[in-house]
């Protein structure tokens, strides 16, 4: 019987890398995300090419009930889980108080509320394989304040600070790791409207390293992939907070 690795946010980007990276490792997955037709093409190439067993739910986390539904689904198959990778999200651009409202709301949601409840829900069944883990994805962005992309910012320190507790709390049972990646080719900027930020301006990273790297590093609790990414973190320890608020708004205007 398979021991499956949930991929949520499978339909591109990072979480497809993800599927990718995985699926050549050995891992059997079960992907899902809200377009099934990309989910299907992918799991349709990955049991070709590597011969592993995949399975694709359709889920939409931006609905407390999408994400019940998934995990029940899962537990009602009675499928054995070794990994969760908690992928899915998405950002937006702009000054807080011009942005649709719905839009914030439902960041959270599928950021936050979404991951914190597929993990609350799927820890039981995890704790039954042997040498479980979790990544969340967060963000360089985790590390501070984000003008321009308040809630974005703010739900990737969230998913740090979580992941970084989890870690500690399920120590020798289940490792927990936070993947920060900085500004990934994906379609994350697009769907942020922040392609023309010059945050997205200064490179990127491609999806397949991100997910390389974080997949190597899987047992450590913060992955920050790249030098000029761990640069990054690292020179916002050391910059005063005001000062570092102030460059973070010019990064994401
Ligand atoms: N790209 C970057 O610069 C960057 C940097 C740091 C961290 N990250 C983080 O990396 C993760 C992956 O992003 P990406 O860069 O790969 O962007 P992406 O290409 O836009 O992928 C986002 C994924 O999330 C899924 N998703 C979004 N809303 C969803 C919902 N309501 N229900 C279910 N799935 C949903 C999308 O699937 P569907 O639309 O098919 O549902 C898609 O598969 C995100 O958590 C993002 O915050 C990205």
New binding site residues.
């Given amino acids: 019987m398979p021991n499956y690795t949930l991929i949520?946010?499978?339909?591109?980007?990072?979480?497809?890398s993800l599927a990718r990276e995985y699926a050549e490792g050995g891992y059997d997955l079960i992907l899902?995300?809200?377009?099934t037709d990309?989910?299907e093409k992918l799991a349709g190439q990955l049991r070709e090419q590597h011969g592993r067993t995949v399975e694709v739910i359709s889920?939409?986390?931006?609905?407390p009930d999408?994400v019940a539904e998934l995990a029940d689904t899962i537990i009602a198959r009675g499928w054995a889980l070794m990994g969760l990778v908690n992928?899915?999200?998405?950002?937006d651009s702009g000054a807080f108080s011009k942005r649709p409202r719905e839009k914030q709301l439902?960041m959270i949601?599928?950021?936050v509320t979404?991951l914190v409840d597929l993990t609350h829900r799927l820890l039981p069944t995890l704790e039954r394989a042997q040498a479980p883990f979790i990544i969340n994805?967060?963000?360089?962005?985790a590390f501070q304040a984000g003008p321009n992309m308040a809630v974005?910012y703010a739900s990737?320190a969230f998913v740090l600070s979580f992941s970084e507790s989890l870690s500690e709390e399920l120590r020798g049972r289940v490792s927990v790791s936070a993947l920060?990646?900085?500004?990934?080719?994906?379609?994350?900027?697009e769907?942020a409207e922040a392609s023309k930020a010059n945050l997205?301006k200064m490179g990127?990273m491609s999806?397949q390293k991100v997910a390389a790297i974080g997949i190597k590093n899987h047992r450590n609790t913060i992955v920050v992939p790249g030098v000029r990414n761990k640069l990054m973190v690292w020179g916002g320890k050391i910059t005063p907070r005001a000062l570092l608020r102030r460059i973070a708004y010019r990064i994401n205007s």
Avoid at 8 to 16: K, M, Q, R, V, Y
Avoid at 59 to 63: E, F, I, Q, T
């Fill in positions: 949520t946010g499978a339909s591109s980007g990072i979480g497809e899902t995300a809200r377009r990309r989910l889920a939409d986390l931006g609905n999408g992928n899915a999200g998405f950002g439902a949601q599928v950021n979404a994805v967060a963000s360089v962005a974005y990737k920060c990646p900085g500004p990934t080719a994906s379609e994350f900027a769907r997205f990127t999806s």
